[in-house]
Each structure stands twice: as structure tokens, then as C-alpha cells.
């Protein structure tokens, strides 16, 4: 097996344990041409069930933390939120589903916090973020006014129909507690808003990134000029602490290290594009060259961030994202995107 093979192999799911199992089962296989033995199924069903690695994470399953003298976060399996203590009653942040609520409500109890839900806010219209707010009564519900429109088909069944319903970006102020809403939309989905909490130095950032671990699906799925303009804007905010809706939280650096990762594998993947030259919507399918060109992006990446979380399972994902972005001139730079603060703050683990 030539080296460039083995480093698309690596790129699909956990190295150790899946080459250990290419270089034996799947000759073996071959060998005795048994029925339904389909080599590139077998590879394919690793790389699947290394996804499953990718969400059981160390903060997984963590419980309720305090972070400020105001601000909680909650972690159930990979999903995060936060509860604000306000004068009036908790403030929740997002809500997941019935599962993760209940759990939340356990975990106040023990921690013996009894006060009353006084609002819930879903940070965008996704399924997985809306569901269980019910388990919660919360005196309001808050979304944006867009949210309902993507609902209409999709009739999510545990769904708490919002109370409250807002645009732009509004500055709340609930029992003694500053929130304002900021539009983060272009980074993920229509009507995504980011907790900011001036009186707390902290964000809740939903679905942008999630400290030190590279994304489900390797990069960004909207225009990435976009996100990372979006990226600039939240680091132009004082925050200190910044939290995931998934995985961990971490300090306004680990944002910036986490953003710069993400700018590093954007401008590796055109630096090695160009050398083959796909640009400007040139489609190249050579063979030795695209996995040539994969190695060279694993290796490179590999150096700098290979023992980040999620490395493994979504490196094949971000070379084919960012691909796919290059031929559709989604890459195309913009010098007034980034903060100068992620540029110095590339190749740090």
C-alpha cells in the first residue's frame, strides 16, 4: 500500500485500530472472495463508527458548573447550554430536548437552585436545540421571528410554541442581567443568535465552534468568508469565557486558537490547491495527484493539530469542504475578514 493510500485511509476514521484492520481483515477478505465481502463497505463502516468516538468527549456528561458569580453551564452527552441566575428567575440557553431538561431540572435540585424558569431562549429554529423547554414552564419563550417559518414543515414534536418573538439585535434586560442578542447568522443558520453577557465577560456562541475541536464535517457548511466575518465580530466583543452549545467552553484564547485552526486548514487547502492548480472552478480528478494532494493537507494538519478532538474523524471532511469551496470560489480571501488576533494565533495547540 503506497503511502499517499494510507494517508486517505487515515483521513477516514481512527488511524491505530482502522489500519491495524485494513492490513488484515480486508486482504483476508479478498483472499477468499466470500460473499458480500466488500472491501471499501468495510473501510466505510469504520470510518462511521469512529463518528461515534467523535461525541464522546471528556465533557461529556460533566453536569452543572458555575462560571460567574451569575452564569451556569449544563453539559448532557455533547449538548451544552447555560442558565442565568437573575433576579426574576433562570434565564436557559438552549434547550436540546426532554432529555437534557430533565436532567438540567436534576441537577439544579441537587445543586440547590429552586428558583422558577422565568425565560427560555432558543438560540436558532434547529430541532436538536428547541426540544424539552416544556419539562422547563418557563414564564416566556423567546426566538426570533423567522424561526416559525422554518418550523411549518418540519412540525417538531416537542416544541414549546414561543411566547415572545424578536429581530435585529435586541439588548434584553431580565431581573438585573444584560443580554444582548447578537446576529450570528452568516456562521451557521438563518435566525442563530450568540448569548453576549457584557456584566459576565461571557458568550454562549450555539453551533460557530466549539473550543480546540475540529467541526463535524472538518469546516464550516456556509460560505466561509461569511463565517469567519462573523468570527471577527464575536472576538471584537470583551468576553473572557467563551461557551459551546457542543463540547467544552474555554477562554476568549482558546476562541482565537480554535478560530485560527480553522483559518490555518482554509489557507493550507489553498496553498496546495494552486500547486495542483484547482482554482477558479478548474475540476481535477487525476487520482495520484488528489491523494498526493490529501497527504500532503493530512500531514501538514496533522503537525500542528492531530491531537485536537475530532482530528481523525473530520480531516477527510474539511479536504473535501474545502474542495468544494474552491471550486465553487467560496475561498476567494478578503483582507478585512479576519482579526489580527487569529493570524498570530495560528499553529497553536
Not at 481483515?25 to 483472499?31: F, I
Not at 462511521?48 to 456528561?61: K, L, M, P, R
Not at 435540585?109 to 416544556?134: E, F, K, M
Not at 411566547?163 to 450570528?184: A, C, K, M, N, S
Request: some cysteine; glycine content about 8%; charged content about 20%.
Amino acid at each position: 500500500m503506497t503511502s499517499r493510500v494510507m494517508a486517505a485511509v487515515q483521513g477516514g476514521a481512527q488511524v491505530g485500530s482502522m489500519l491495524t484492520r485494513w492490513t488484515t481483515v480486508v486482504p483476508l477478505c479478498l483472499a477468499m472472495s466470500t460473499v458480500g465481502c466488500n472491501a471499501k463497505r468495510f473501510v466505510m463502516t469504520k470510518a462511521i463508527e469512529g463518528q461515534v468516538d467523535y461525541f464522546d468527549h471528556e465533557t461529556s456528561n460533566s453536569g452543572l458548573e458555575q462560571l460567574t458569580e451569575r452564569v451556569y453551564t449544563f453539559s448532557h452527552h455533547w449538548e451544552r447550554g447555560i442558565v442565568i441566575r437573575t433576579d426574576e428567575g433562570l434565564v436557559v440557553s438552549d434547550t436540546f430536548g426532554p432529555s437534557y431538561t430533565r436532567a438540567l431540572l436534576d441537577a439544579l435540585r441537587r445543586a440547590g437552585i429552586d428558583d422558577p424558569v422565568h425565560t427560555v431562549i432558543y438560540s436558532h429554529y434547529h430541532l436538536d436545540h428547541v426540544g424539552g423547554a416544556a419539562e422547563l414552564s418557563p414564564t416566556q419563550i423567546l426566538v426570533h421571528e423567522d424561526a416559525p417559518h422554518f418550523w411549518a414543515e418540519a412540525a417538531p414534536r416537542e416544541l414549546a410554541t414561543p411566547t415572545r418573538y424578536v429581530t435585529g439585535e435586541p439588548t434584553l434586560e431580565i431581573g438585573g442581567v444584560q443580554i444582548e442578542l447578537v446576529d450570528t447568522s452568516a456562521a451557521h443558520s438563518a435566525t442563530l443568535y450568540a448569548l453576549y453577557l457584557p456584566q459576565e465577560g461571557l458568550l454562549y456562541a450555539p453551533d460557530t465552534l466549539a473550543p480546540n475541536v475540529v467541526l463535524l464535517g472538518g469546516a464550516p457548511a456556509v460560505p466561509l468568508r461569511a463565517y469567519f466575518g462573523v468570527m471577527a465580530k464575536l472576538d471584537a466583543l470583551p468576553f473572557e469565557t467563551f461557551v459551546a452549545s457542543h463540547f467544552g467552553y474555554g477562554s476568549k484564547q482558546d476562541f482565537r486558537n480554535t478560530v485560527a485552526m480553522l483559518e490555518d486548514a482554509w489557507s493550507t487547502a489553498r496553498t496546495i490547491f494552486a500547486d495542483y492548480g484547482w482554482t477558479e472552478g478548474n475540476l481535477h480528478t487525476h487520482r495520484d495527484d488528489t491523494a498526493e494532494a490529501f497527504g500532503r493537507f493530512y500531514d501538514e494538519l496533522h503537525q500542528r493539530y492531530g491531537d485536537w478532538h475530532g482530528f481523525d474523524q473530520n480531516i477527510l471532511s474539511a479536504f473535501v469542504r474545502l474542495y468544494t469551496a474552491e471550486l465553487s470560489g467560496d475561498m476567494t480571501a478578503s483582507p478585512d475578514v479576519l482579526a489580527p488576533e487569529f493570524a498570530s494565533a495560528a499553529h497553536v495547540h
